[in-house]
């Protein structure tokens, strides 16, 4: 676990700029402040979106605008939408985002997700 302090800071998300992730089908835009052992971002997705791999990192994912699809490889799936979000800690599940008209999220990951599991 990280012990670095992380001192009072705004950050204004238009002068950070945005890279571009493309997904199985569609397209991310990625605008990162990274710390040490914390990532936050917000992410959008096209219309469209599919991504292109199963993740097992652990986030915490804050829906900003639209509405997206949670799938988990074991078949499961959650509708969030403006307002909502999920949490899960890293390696306990594989999951990936889809959405049909587009999606604004806020991501924050790091160590502190990090699994207790053994």
């Not at 979106?49 to 986030?59: F, Q």
């Not at 605008?65 to 594989?94: A, P």
Request: aromatic fraction near 10%.
């Amino acid at each position: 676990m990280s012990t670095q302090n992380i001192f009072y800071e705004t950050i204004n998300w238009d002068n950070i700029p945005k890279e571009e992730h493309k997904g199985e089908q569609g397209t991310s835009f990625w605008q990162i402040k990274q710390y040490q052992g914390l990532r936050i971002r917000i992410v959008e997705y096209t219309p469209g979106y599919i991504a292109d791999h199963w993740c097992t990192k652990g986030h915490i994912v804050h829906c900003l605008e639209g509405e997206f699809i949670s799938e988990l490889e074991n078949g499961e799936s959650s509708v969030l939408s403006k307002g909502m979000t999920y949490t899960v800690s890293d390696d306990l599940s594989s999951h990936r985002s889809r959405t049909e008209s587009g999606v604004k999220l806020m991501i924050i990951d790091g160590d502190f997700l990090k699994s207790n599991q053994v």
